[in-house]
């Protein structure tokens, strides 16, 4: 079946830019992850959703971060006024649940943004 | 801060030799993954340890869980060069603040491998 798909695949904008990425998990996965991987380094936890239930947001760097998931499928993750820090592997993941127990994460190819 | 902690950063080897990575937790562990990333590539799962003392195998890797859910173990024998990866253990705790759960990744080990 489909894995998880993101998009786009590499954006790069200009520092101050506003970025949208996209994410769309596998059917029937009710929890999706945000995480952020600089180049060699290891995975920056972002954000989690959970079917309905409050996002875990306190992964979030500053303000600048937000992520929503609509329809309890498709999340997007906006960076605004984009700064070159940011400048990263964005990876999505997701998964059954996650409850007493814990399902493996299937992850997306990511999206590389450059911010120059 | 990050609650858990891998060690080595990085490693290399020998083609043949063998290879442990090491994950321990300051809080005690529901769980604990293992994930492989190659390089350009993205984490794939690879097992999940649950009981304590438990010791898994897929070939030539062994995966343990220590006795207190604390710790961690990924060991390779005569290791290859498609073992070339990023090794990341996440292990699952429960957030008493929220009543939730999260899954921490560690640092990862940086696995090379000379033919």
């Known amino acids: 079946g489909a894995g998880v798909s993101q998009s786009p695949s590499n954006k790069v904008t200009e520092k101050g830019k506003d970025v949208e990425l996209r994410c769309d998990p596998i059917s029937g996965h009710t929890a999706l992850y945000w995480y952020r991987q600089s180049l060699g380094q290891g995975l920056e936890f972002l954000i989690y959703?959970?079917?309905?239930?409050?996002?875990?947001k306190s992964g979030l760097p500053s303000d600048r971060f937000s992520a929503e998931r609509t329809g309890g499928s498709v999340s997007t993750l906006t960076i605004q006024r984009t700064q070159q820090e940011d400048s990263a592997v964005y990876l999505c993941?997701?998964?059954?649940?996650?409850?007493?127990?814990?399902?493996?994460?299937?992850f997306g190819p990511g999206t590389r943004l450059t911010v120059t | 801060g990050q609650q858990v902690m891998q060690i080595p950063q990085y490693q290399h080897v020998q083609e043949g030799e063998d290879f442990t990575t090491y994950c321990n937790s300051s809080?005690?562990?529901?769980?604990i993954q293992w994930y492989k990333q190659r390089p350009g590539g993205h984490p794939v799962f690879l097992i999940q340890l649950v009981k304590s003392g438990e010791v898994k195998k897929q070939k030539r890797l062994t995966f343990q869980f220590g006795e207190a859910k604390k710790n961690s173990s990924l060991h390779i024998t005569a290791t290859q060069t498609t073992d070339v990866g990023t090794y990341f253990c996440a292990g699952l705790r429960h957030l008493l603040e929220t009543s939730g759960s999260r899954l921490t990744f560690g640092e990862g080990t940086q696995l090379t491998v000379n033919p």
């Open positions: 959703f959970q079917g309905n239930s409050a996002p875990d």
């Open positions: 993941a997701s998964s059954l649940r996650l409850a007493v127990s814990s399902y493996e994460q299937y």
């Open positions: 809080t005690t562990l529901s769980n």
